[in-house]
């Protein structure tokens, strides 16, 4: 069996969307994430902290297309990573001022997170990691993740 380097990392997700300008502004918006190329109507790419890009979006297969199926099989979300519980708070405040509904949140032990969607349905998480000491082991070691609810007011409380 091949592994991964142990240096590699996911740099980027690219997205089918039905409508360009509308996912642009969720991802600029909302996400706070920067446009850093547009081509036309058919396709964006959009960063954080000046990398080229994190999120490419197009509609080259998808343009005015119906939502794809919740049971079809594909992408079950895109998961973005904040630094700490602050900034988790304030990209909660952002989506909840920007009239995102959310569609769940849970404590993992290893981390808090919250779930919602874009305006084509793509899934979406936001995350914030506790530090590895913190993580939840079992006797022999391993990891021991739990599901628990996540309290979205006390979170909302450590927004800036």
């Known amino acids: 069996m091949t592994k991964a380097h142990q240096g590699m990392t996911i740099g980027h997700v690219h997205l089918k969307v039905t409508d360009l300008e509308r996912s642009i502004v969720f991802y600029r918006d909302v996400m706070g994430l ?12 959009l960063s954080a902290g000046g990398y080229h890009h994190h999120i ?4 080259w297969f998808s343009k005015d297309g119906p939502p794809a199926s919740k049971r079809s ?3 079950f979300h895109v998961a973005f990573l904040y630094p700490d519980r602050a900034a988790l708070a ?4 952002t989506a909840l001022d920007a009239g995102v509904d959310i569609e769940g949140a849970a404590d993992h032990g290893v981390s808090e997170a919250l779930y ?5 349905g793509n899934g979406i998480e936001i995350y914030r990691d506790r530090p590895e000491a913190e993580w939840p ?6 990891l021991n993740m739990i599901n628990a609810p996540l309290d979205l007011d006390a ?3 450590e927004a800036a």
Do not use: H, I, K, M
Request: aromatic share 8%; glycine share 10%.
């Open 155 to 157: 979170l909302l409380l």
């Open 137 to 142: 082991r079992n006797s022999s070691g391993e």
């Open 34 to 45: 920067d446009v850093t190329q547009q081509y036309g109507d058919q396709a964006a790419f």
């Open 116 to 120: 919602f969607s874009d305006p084509d």
């Open 56 to 59: 490419g979006l197009n509609t």
């Open 73 to 75: 099989p594909g992408l």
């Open 90 to 93: 304030q990209a909660l405040r």
